[in-house]
Structures are given as C-alpha cells and as structure tokens.
C-alpha cells in the first residue's frame, strides 16, 4: 500500500508553497469525472493553453480533455481513434484512446501525478527541502518536470541519452535538470544506477515510476474507467469487450486492465515488449527503437498475475508504420487506396511510436483468439508522432523519401502480414516465472524483501486491491490540502 503517514512540518511548507503559487490540485475523482471539477476553475481554464505552465492545467490531468491546444474544457467521450478494418486487416474494432491531449502531449503526466501528490498532500516530500526526481525511459520524466513546475518544486529528469531530442529539448524549456544516461529505451538498469547515487544525497526525492503504486493507482482509477466509459458510448449491440493490449514502459497501464478484467469478465489482457528485448517472452536482452517502453527487468508495479498474455513487437514494423502515418505520400495511399477517411487519416497521426506498438499487439492478439466484428480491442496511445518529428526526419535521410510504393510495401508487410509469432498465452506457471523475474532487479539490486515479492503474487487483497482503493484516502487528504489553502472557497 501507499504510505499517507502525514509529517506536519513538510505539509505546513506544502500548504503555504500551494498559497503562494494559487495551487489548487485536482482530485482523483475529478480526474476521472471532470463535470465534478467546479465551474470557476472550468471558466478560467477556457483562457489557458494547454501545454501552458499553468497550475489549473492540473485539472487537464484527465482523459476527457477537448481536442484543443487552448481553452478546451471536457467532454463525455475520451478522445480515441478506431482503427478501421481495411487498414488493421482483421474484422474486430480496436479502439485506442488518445494521451495526445493531455498537458505534454502524453498520459504519463498522470502517472507523475499519481507519484507525486500522495507525498505532496502528506508533507513527505517538501518543496522548500526536496527535488523531485523522475527516473524514465522518456514521457514520465516530461511528466514529472511540468508536474513539478506546476506545484512550484524543482524537477530533475533521468532519461537515456539516445531518446528523441524533441525530448530534451522541451525538458531544458521547462526548467528541469536533466541527466542523460547511457543507452536506449532498453538500458533501465543505468538509470537505476543513477537514481541510486542521487539517493544519497538528502536533497533529492525519488519518485520511480517502476516501483511508485502511485502510478498503478492513478491508471486503475483513471484509465481504466476512461477505456471503460469509451467502449460503452462505442459499443453497437451485440459486441463484447474481448481484449485490451498495453506495451509495458512502467507496466502503470496495465492496472487499467486490472479495473476491465473487473468490469468485463472474460477480457483478455496482454502485455506488449519489443522483440529485440524479449524479457517477457523469453528472459531476452537487447536494445530496440520503440521509444517510451523500456525492458531488461518485470517492472514491481506490474501485477503479472492477471496478465493472459505477452506479445513482442518488432521494432522496424512501428518505424516503418511512423513514416506511413505522418507523410503526405503515405498518407494518400491510406485515403486513396484504402479509401480512409480524412478524420481517421489526421488521427492516425496521434499514433507515437509506443502507440503504434499498441495497436500491433492488439492486431496480433485478434489474429490469435479469432475476434469476429462483434468483438472489441482497447488500448491507450501514449503519446502522439508530434514526439518524433526528428525520428521521421532521421528515417528520411536514412532511407530516402517516402513513396507510394513503399506505402503500399509497408502496409501490406508490417500490419497485413503480422502473424501469431514470438508471442505466448500464459499459463499460471508461466506467469509465475514471468513474477520470479522481479527477484533479481527489485531484491538483489533495489532493496526490496522477497516476503514483500511473495505477497505481491499470493496476497492479491492486500497488495493490488488495497491500492486501487486508496484512491479515496488520497482524495479527502487532497480535499483537505485544498481546504487549508483556502484557494477554492476563495475562488
């Protein structure tokens, strides 16, 4: 469970920080409901941009955020893109909801969140004492550093080196230290090794996305409702929610499929990892260009027990598809040649390169369980192909520029070709040994207990479910925070 022990000291700081900068911080409940958010933080909202450092951009932690760089408010319906048959080639629907229009431009600020305000609104962490640092393969730390900024403390952000430079570049923007560490997506150990030195200094707080139960709590009780609330305003009679598929950066996302498996008995939940790092399917290692999902260990907030399946991803068939998505010769050919509409053919390119990877594994798990038109296939897109400008150009150069015909090829090899390969159902055997995988990053090199591993796999109740709960407790301690503050009433 999450520690809400309170220190009275660091929240007085917290509160009088709060009243210095008019923060005023969301509920989980408004999150996910956002008509609960009240009227005079929505009327204000309609002047603010949405990338905007901004404290009421806090209450833009939602799904159901308009489709608007400014002033957008809320609307009944998370933004999604339907993946239409002809271009998918399988018959069932895949719905996947769009983090393009979070502040960032990613869902990950969410999950920053979900780490962050459990010690914020307990004084735990205290902003006149502590920098936040959020270790990362990418969007978290984004996350984390506009999540920091807002709440007036000084983000530090741990980031493998090779990741796109639009990332670094907006991370400098916004006032955070970065550190850059060696590798890719894949080299989650040495970021490790560099939260671990911080750690050392008092001056600096962790919040690890990989371990944080922040996070699973945040998309348990967030995303997970938002995919359920998206199927029932989709859903045509006759149609089931079979499957849902998330690739696995922090595993956070995977806990919203701990809430549909609740909601949709029968739902079938996989994870997704590159194939070039196969950890999952095969205690595999490499490096791999699928950029936002990081690998070489089982994440501790995954909860692998109610995980049905594991899915790799080739790494070139998500580049290959970036290009196909994002420029005017692949993009006629979806609308010429498929016959896709323009709204379809513009929101393909809210598909960033993890997101691409989702909708893969959603297509290669229809394949696999044989899903009909009346079934249906969630997912998430974390970020959109505005992230990765640079890597279409770095494509370009490296291959010359894109035509028809290579639109055509890419379609026809990299989505309609996609077979039942280098994945697994997993057996209560095979999950386990997936599970038994934890022991050597979390016990042997992070400090965890192995009664601490074991009761995450045989204590179900006391573990995942006591988390998914909390979401409560941190609400009244988040309503009392706001109430000190004096900020709402004023409003």
């Keep these: 469970m999450i520690d809400l022990s309170i220190n009275k000291s660091g929240l007085a700081n917290n509160i009088a920080k709060a009243k210095e900068n008019n923060i005023i911080i969301p509920t989980i409940a408004q999150m996910r409901n956002p008509e609960l958010i009240p009227e005079k933080i929505q009327e204000k909202l309609k002047s603010v941009d949405l990338w905007e450092v901004n404290p009421l951009n806090l209450f833009r932690i939602s799904w159901k955020n308009e489709a608007k760089l400014s002033g957008g408010l809320y609307q009944d319906v998370p933004n999604y893109v339907e993946i239409?048959?002809?271009?998918?080639?399988?018959?069932?629907?895949?719905?996947?909801?769009?983090?393009?229009?979070?502040?960032?431009?990613?869902?990950?600020?969410?999950?920053?969140?979900?780490?962050?305000?459990?010690?914020?609104?307990?004084?735990?962490?205290?902003?006149?004492?502590?920098?936040?640092?959020?270790?990362?393969?990418?969007?978290?730390?984004?996350?984390?550093?506009?999540?920091?900024r807002l709440l007036g403390a000084q983000g530090v952000a741990i980031l493998p080196a090779e990741m796109s430079q639009e990332r670094f570049d907006w991370l400098h923007e916004i006032g955070a230290e970065v550190i850059a560490t060696p590798g890719c997506e894949s080299n989650v150990k040495e970021i490790f090794d560099k939260t671990n030195e911080l750690k050392l200094d008092p001056q600096y707080m962790i919040f690890n996305q990989f371990e944080e139960m922040g996070n699973p709590l945040w998309h348990y009780n967030v995303t997970?409702?938002?995919?359920?609330?998206?199927?029932?305003?989709?859903?045509?009679?006759?149609?089931?929610?079979?499957?849902?598929?998330?690739?696995?950066?922090?595993?956070?996302?995977?806990?919203?499929?701990?809430?549909?498996?609740?909601?949709?008995?029968?739902?079938?939940?996989?994870?997704?990892?590159?194939?070039?790092?196969?950890?999952?399917?095969?205690?595999?290692?490499?490096?791999?260009?699928?950029?936002?999902?990081?690998?070489?260990?089982?994440?501790?907030?995954?909860?692998?027990?109610?995980?049905?399946?594991?899915?790799?991803?080739?790494?070139?068939?998500?580049?290959?598809?970036?290009?196909?998505?994002?420029?005017?010769?692949?993009?006629?050919?979806?609308?010429?040649?498929?016959?896709?509409?323009?709204?379809?053919?513009?929101?393909?390119?809210?598909?960033?390169?993890?997101?691409?990877?989702?909708?893969?594994?959603c297509i290669k798990m229809a394949k696999y369980y044989e899903l009909t038109e009346h079934d249906v296939v969630g997912t998430v897109l974390t970020d959109s192909a505005a992230m990765y400008g640079s890597r279409i150009d770095e494509l370009n150069e490296q291959n010359g520029a894109y035509t028809a015909t290579e639109a055509l090829l890419d379609h026809n090899k990299h989505i309609l070709d996609l077979k039942t390969d280098n994945m697994m159902e997993l057996t209560y055997a095979d999950?386990?040994?997936?599970?038994?995988?934890?022991?050597?990053?979390?016990?042997?090199?992070?400090?965890?207990?192995?009664?601490?591993?074991?009761?995450?796999?045989?204590?179900?109740?006391?573990?995942?479910?006591?988390?998914h709960k909390e979401a409560a407790d941190l609400d009244e301690?988040?309503?009392?925070?706001?109430?000190?503050?004096?900020?709402?009433?004023?409003l």
């Design 84 to 148: 239409p048959s002809a271009l998918s080639g399988v018959p069932c629907r895949i719905i996947a909801m769009s983090g393009k229009w979070f502040p960032t431009g990613c869902h990950k600020v969410g999950a920053s969140f979900g780490c962050l305000a459990p010690r914020l609104v307990t004084g735990q962490f205290d902003v006149n004492k502590h920098k936040a640092v959020w270790p990362s393969t990418g969007n978290y730390c984004r996350g984390g550093a506009f999540n920091s």
């Design 224 to 361: 997970g409702y938002a995919l359920a609330d998206l199927f029932e305003a989709v859903k045509r009679p006759g149609d089931r929610f079979a499957c849902a598929a998330f690739t696995s950066g922090s595993a956070g996302t995977m806990s919203a499929g701990d809430l549909l498996k609740e909601r949709y008995p029968g739902l079938k939940l996989a994870v997704g990892e590159a194939l070039q790092c196969p950890t999952i399917l095969n205690n595999g290692f490499g490096g791999h260009r699928i950029e936002g999902i990081g690998d070489k260990h089982i994440p501790w907030i995954h909860n692998v027990k109610n995980t049905d399946m594991v899915i790799d991803i080739d790494d070139e068939d998500s580049q290959r598809l970036l290009r196909l998505f994002n420029t005017p010769e692949g993009q006629a050919y979806l609308k010429n040649d498929l016959g896709i509409d323009d709204e379809t053919v513009e929101k393909l390119t809210w598909l960033g390169i993890s997101g691409i990877a989702n909708v893969l594994c």
């Design 431 to 467: 999950r386990k040994r997936v599970h038994h995988l934890k022991y050597y990053t979390w016990c042997e090199q992070q400090g965890k207990t192995a009664a601490e591993l074991n009761a995450l796999w045989y204590d179900t109740e006391n573990t995942w479910d006591a988390v």
């Design 477 to 490: 301690l988040i309503n009392a925070f706001n109430e000190e503050t004096g900020l709402l009433k004023n």
